[in-house]
């Protein structure tokens, strides 16, 4: 793995949160317990590892995202997952302060930490430019630094990368390239859920970058452009880091009536050699064991095959938005439909309404403009019901982000 490095003392945080008040998109989501996924001892598996490219990290082909999680993080830990991702962007450092406290006591040798800072809820990239000067970049640097209490984070992402031009921003470069030598940053990468092909093109022909971290998932209606794009990059050296990998979570929209195959999703995706590992997030035990089931064996049975393909031919539209843009030229209030179903996904899909109702902070709903349509003009590459789904998830505005929680 890598050289031992001191993780420094650590402060106490503790977020509290109240539950209940939403209900339905409050609640958690429960798997039935399964005592086939229970985990047997760790010497007794027997992981597939793949190498995160020109990193040299051998991780197993599951990893875990830390939003909402830090709840299973030793559990996981202790079950032999590696690598954990996390984000500044997560319950505003929150997240980054937990999970910092939560694996205090372990050697950081022995786990592989990626963080970033959030990027994606700029649409133009000039916005970015002017919102995060070289200084306010150090400044999250450092604060993660801190919040983590470490003195090295393994990758740092520029998060939710959607521009080219930001992936080979040079300043940004320059920042990273700086905390690189400094040895405060070990490797540096991109994260990617939009215009995923362009930005991982362009982040590997910087020859800055040593990770990419992208939305792949069967769903994605750009997967094909997506997967030529994944092994040139790790064609070229790339660590190729897979999220999104659930889909939404749900085949059909808020009532949650089917649920999408998470482990048949999960290995479609790492059968593609090139993704060298995923992050799904665990809400609970019984998520975390069924993903390690996934990394001893990704071969898909044919009752998985068949779970997969329940959206060919039927009406069920789900809800995972690939972020296609294709529905904002249609509307002709230029309505930030992407952002608004990415909302939607998060408060009915992932089942956590904070970061919905934060996520909304980046529209402007003083005014709903759907209100005003007799028909919705768009029509969505994904087939949503646009105007109904904006007009539901618009209420969540109204809601106190003190009451949500995750
Ligand atoms: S709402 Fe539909 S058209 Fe718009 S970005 Fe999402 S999937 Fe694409
Ligand atoms: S109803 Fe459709 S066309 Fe009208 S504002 Fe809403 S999204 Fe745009």
Not at 49 to 64: A, E
Not at 282 to 299: C, I, P, R, T
Request: aromatic share 8%.
């Amino acid at each position: 793995m890598r050289e031992k490095t001191k993780i420094k003392g650590r402060r106490n945080f503790i977020k509290t949160g109240l539950t209940g008040l939403t209900g339905a998109i409050l609640a958690p989501t429960l798997t039935k317990k399964d005592k086939s996924l229970l985990p047997p001892q760790k010497k007794d598996r027997k992981f597939i590892y793949r190498t995160l490219g020109k990193t040299g990290i051998k991780l197993p082909i599951v990893s875990m995202g830390t939003y909402d999680a830090t709840g299973v993080t030793n559990l996981a830990l202790d079950a032999g997952i590696v690598h954990i991702d996390t984000s500044a962007d997560y319950n505003e450092g929150n997240d980054e302060r937990m999970f910092g406290q939560v694996i205090k006591n372990r050697p950081h040798d022995s786990i592989v930490i990626g963080t970033s800072i959030g990027m994606w809820q700029f649409r133009q990239a000039e916005q970015i430019k002017n919102a995060i000067s070289v200084e306010k970049l150090r400044e999250y640097i450092e604060g993660s630094l801190e919040r983590l209490d470490m003195d090295t984070i393994d990758i740092y992402y520029l998060g939710g990368v959607q521009h080219k031009e930001i992936a080979e921003h040079e300043p940004y470069l320059k920042v990273l390239t700086e905390y690189k030598k400094a040895g405060k940053l070990r490797f540096l990468g991109v994260t990617t859920h939009k215009n995923e092909p362009e930005i991982i093109r362009a982040a590997t022909d910087s020859g800055v970058y040593d990770v990419i971290l992208t939305a792949y998932n069967f769903r994605k209606t750009n997967r094909d452009e997506i997967k030529e794009a994944v092994a040139y990059a790790a064609g070229k050296g790339m660590g190729i880091v897979a999220m999104k990998t659930q889909a939404g979570v749900y085949w059909d929209t808020r009532e949650k009536k089917k649920m999408i195959n998470m482990k048949a999703a999960l290995k479609w995706a790492l059968q593609d050699e090139n993704i060298h590992t995923a992050i799904p997030s665990f809400k609970n035990s019984d998520q975390l064991y069924e993903a390690l089931s996934v990394m001893e064996n990704l071969e898909l049975t044919p009752q998985e095959k068949a779970d997969l393909q329940l959206n060919q031919g039927n009406s069920s539209t789900g809800l995972f938005c690939s972020q296609c843009e294709k529905c904002v030229p249609q509307c002709p209030a230029n309505l930030d439909i992407p952002t608004l179903m990415r909302s939607y996904m998060y408060a009915y899909g992932y089942e956590r309404p904070a970061k919905a109702r934060k996520t909304l902070d980046h529209v402007d709903l003083s005014h709903i403009p759907c209100i005003d349509c007799d028909t919705c003009s768009v029509v969505c590459a994904s087939g949503f019901d646009i105007k109904r789904k904006v007009t539901d998830i618009a209420r969540l505005k109204d809601v106190p982000e003190e009451f949500l929680a995750g």
